[in-house]
């Protein structure tokens, strides 16, 4: 029978003030303390030891007498007597104060491994801790392979290493949590390593029985030591580590290779992305769930930090990038050094980067004046991609996560507000798109002076292939500054119709078409979009074109679509284009009329990709549908429907003065 009782010495316990005080304090809660016990069973018994445990410092555990026959060390013998009060004879009782309690840490190194602090932790304690750190229960997704080969090596006595690599959050600590569940009792967390070291990773090896020690993120030096202990070892120990570089694996092996382990733990599949996204999400909107799906790009740390936002996600989303960044950052520097960040930082302003143009990588460097040649930065890269952060296809590479990046580059602006302009000036036509793709990313303020520099198109050129990458890099810009680009093309749309009517190229009609529409779904911008569709789509009616902006007009009045221009707005669009005087024009507002009312078609549903957080989405349109002017649109043009399409089958074409 074993009992602790202690009094901590706080402000508030007596012992802080009169240690006599405490010790008498003790004494009146041990009294008859054995005799309560057996008063509790449910089978009274007679225990033969009963085991106290304090953490005040008695003395010595022997009586003695001074010269003047004063009793001495009697500490103990009076909290023996308390405790035997009343109590059956034959109850032996043992009491372990400080004094013993430190000797016995002192003499035996396991209690001194685990009662040191945060030394080794169980099963339950880490996973505890892993579950406070993110409050969320996630689920376990996309990771039934990793899962597998994990199992594997656990069960093999021949595996004595195990090393997990992959870059911060991606989930290397949950896989050893799920790999080692069945085997939680004889698992150890550790977080003091260089105690471990120090003391050997035999100390938590007892018998025959065999265990596994846990260690995340130990440093190079660190896991070389730890895996030669577990090899040399005759205990049975199997040693997991997390690390987050591929070059950081043990390299020591003693004898055959099969004895050390590693297997590198890469980002979620888009779907099981989606699936722990839509797991641990509450009350976010489709867009904001698929920013956040660009942004993690599988890695499930940044899912769940941004998940954890909720609907505050738009009012919080750049203290997350800031908080993501900086924990990247600390891990890359403290893990690969200076240098490697200077690397991350030059390849910050592209999605991705060609490495087989020496001419890109040479304007990045000089544009961010790092300070290093591109040999230095080349081999940072190399560095990066071990680490898991770069993710290479062929001869480009990109630096992941994108959130990531984009926080970089953030900084990066911060610090030179004309570095944006500076780079777009030196680089050709495919990386000024990949660089504006970025700055999407990273949602600047509308009246960042970078917008109007990079505004830069001149619609009185007369090439076309030149005008069709002016309006491409508009395109690009759309998704980034789309309130900026549609006040710029509320000035320049005349002057690029003309121009277009000029070359006489459909293509680039097309291509302006697209623009706008991008531009629909902003919340800031969606108004003005609306008037510039329309104005192109009765363009297009009026000189004879053939592309998608009529369709694009059309499907603005489909019902059911959630839209940030107003019904009145489309009402009024529609009456100014029944009153031309051109009958193809008020075709297109009968037709526009038709899929209004075609409510199969209005329930197919669209897609729509997200590039950037940007304002909350437009929602509501069923509330909208009792508006009057919505009740007067509908009555009116359901008529006009039927008409139009009476006539037509009767292959009568309708007059010039034609009007509804």
Same mark, same amino acid.
């Given at each position: 029978m074993i009992s602790i009782l202690f009094l901590p010495p706080t402000l508030e316990s007596p012992w802080f003030h009169a240690p006599k005080k405490a010790f008498r304090q003790l004494c009146r809660r041990a009294k008859g303390a054995i005799t309560d016990v057996i008063g509790r069973l449910k089978v009274p018994v007679t225990p033969a030891l009963y085991i106290l445990f304090t953490n005040l410092q008695l003395g010595i555990d022997r009586p003695g007498r001074a010269r003047g026959n004063r009793s001495l060390n009697t500490k103990t013998k009076k909290l023996r007597d308390a405790l035997l009060r009343d109590a059956p004879t034959g109850v032996e009782v043992e009491i372990f104060d400080a004094g013993k309690i430190e000797g016995m840490v002192a003499r035996h190194r396991a209690l001194r491994l685990l009662l040191s602090e945060r030394a080794a932790l169980t099963w339950d304690e880490a996973h505890r801790r892993e579950l406070n750190q993110w409050e969320i229960d996630a689920p376990f997704k996309g990771r039934e392979v990793d899962l597998k080969q994990l199992d594997a090596w656990l069960s093999d006595d021949a595996v004595r290493v195990i090393a997990l690599t992959g870059p911060n959050s991606i989930g290397k600590t949950r896989l050893t949590h799920e790999g080692t569940r069945a085997i939680a009792p004889v698992t150890f967390f550790i977080d003091n390593v260089s105690g471990l070291i120090s003391d050997g990773i035999e100390t938590l090896a007892t018998g025959q029985r065999s265990i596994v020690v846990v260690v995340e993120d130990p440093s190079k030096e660190h896991a070389e030591q730890l895996a030669r202990q577990a090899l040399g070892s005759n205990q049975h120990i199997k040693l997991v580590m997390t690390i987050p570089s591929q070059r950081e694996i043990p390299a020591t092996v003693f004898g055959d290779r099969a004895r050390v382990k590693s297997r590198h733990i890469g980002p979620l599949s888009s779907e099981n992305a989606r699936q722990l996204l839509d797991?641990?999400?509450?009350?976010?909107?489709?867009?904001?769930?698929?920013?956040?799906?660009?942004?993690?790009?599988?890695?499930?740390?940044?899912?769940?930090?941004?998940?954890?936002?909720? #609907?505050?996600?738009?009012?919080?989303?750049?203290?997350?990038?800031?908080?993501?960044?900086?924990?990247?950052?600390?891990?890359?520097?403290?893990?690969?050094?200076?240098?490697?960040?200077?690397?991350?930082?030059?390849?910050?302003?592209?999605?991705?980067?060609?490495?087989?143009?020496?001419?890109?990588?040479?304007?990045?460097?000089?544009?961010?004046?790092?300070?290093?040649?591109?040999?230095?930065?080349?081999?940072?890269?190399?560095?990066?991609?071990?680490?898991?952060?770069?993710?290479?296809?062929?001869e480009t590479v990109s630096l992941v996560p994108p959130i990531f990046a984009a926080g970089l580059l953030r900084q990066l602006i911060g610090e030179n507000e004309h570095l944006p302009v500076r780079l777009f000036e030196k680089l050709d036509h495919a990386a000024r798109k990949r660089l504006i793709e970025r700055l999407v990313t990273i949602e600047l303020p509308n009246d960042a002076p970078v917008w109007g520099k990079l505004l830069t198109l001149r619609p009185d050129h007369a090439v076309p292939d030149e005008l069709n990458e002016q309006l491409e890099l508009l395109e690009y810009l759309a998704r980034a500054a789309p309130r900026v680009v549609a006040s710029f093309l509320e000035r320049e749309l005349n002057n690029l119709l003309q121009n277009i009517e000029a070359l006489g190229?459909?293509?680039?009609?097309?291509?302006?078409?697209?623009?706008?529409?991008?531009?629909?779904?902003?919340?800031?911008?969606?108004?003005?979009?609306?008037?510039?569709? &329309?104005?192109?789509?009765?363009?297009?009616?009026?000189?004879? #074109?053939?592309?998608?902006?009529? &369709?694009?007009?059309?499907?603005?009045?489909?019902?059911?679509?959630?839209?940030?221009?107003?019904?009145?707005?489309?009402?009024?669009?529609?009456?100014?284009?029944?009153?031309?005087?051109?009958?193809?024009?008020?075709?297109?507002?009968?037709?526009?009329?038709? &899929?209004?009312?075609?409510?199969?078609?209005?329930?197919?549903?669209?897609?729509?990709?997200?590039?950037?957080?940007?304002?909350?989405?437009?929602?509501? &349109?069923?509330?909208?549908?009792?508006?009057?002017?919505?009740?007067?649109?509908?009555?009116?043009?359901?008529?006009?429907?039927?008409?139009c399409i009476l006539r037509w089958h009767e292959n009568f074409f309708l007059p010039s003065a034609f009007r509804i």
């Open positions: 797991a641990t999400a509450q009350n976010i909107d489709s867009r904001a769930r698929d920013w956040i799906l660009l942004q993690a790009a599988g890695n499930p740390g940044v899912i769940l930090a941004a998940a954890r936002e909720g #609907k505050n996600l738009r009012q919080s989303a750049d203290d997350l990038r800031e908080r993501l960044t900086l924990s990247f950052q600390h891990r890359i520097e403290a893990r690969l050094g200076p240098n490697a960040l200077k690397a991350a930082l030059i390849l910050s302003p592209l999605v991705y980067v060609r490495l087989d143009k020496p001419v890109e990588l040479a304007v990045l460097i000089e544009a961010i004046e790092c300070g290093e040649n591109e040999t230095v930065i080349r081999r940072e890269i190399a560095e990066l991609e071990s680490f898991g952060c770069i993710r290479r296809r062929g190229d459909n293509r680039v009609l097309g291509r302006l078409g697209r623009i706008i529409a991008e531009l629909l779904d902003e919340a800031d911008a969606g108004f003005v979009s609306f008037d510039l569709l &329309t104005h192109l789509a009765v363009y297009e009616m009026l000189h004879g #074109k053939q592309s998608s902006v009529s &369709t694009w007009f059309r499907e603005c009045f489909v019902f059911w679509y959630p839209r940030p221009f107003s019904y009145a707005q489309r009402e009024a669009a529609i009456e100014k284009l029944l009153s031309s005087e051109s009958l193809d024009v008020r075709l297109l507002a009968v037709s526009a009329i038709v &899929t209004a009312t075609d409510i199969p078609r209005a329930l197919s549903g669209r897609a729509v990709e997200a590039r950037r957080l940007g304002s909350e989405p437009i929602f509501g &349109t069923m509330l909208e549908r009792a508006r009057p002017e919505l009740r007067r649109i509908h009555e009116a043009h359901q008529a006009a429907c039927a008409v």
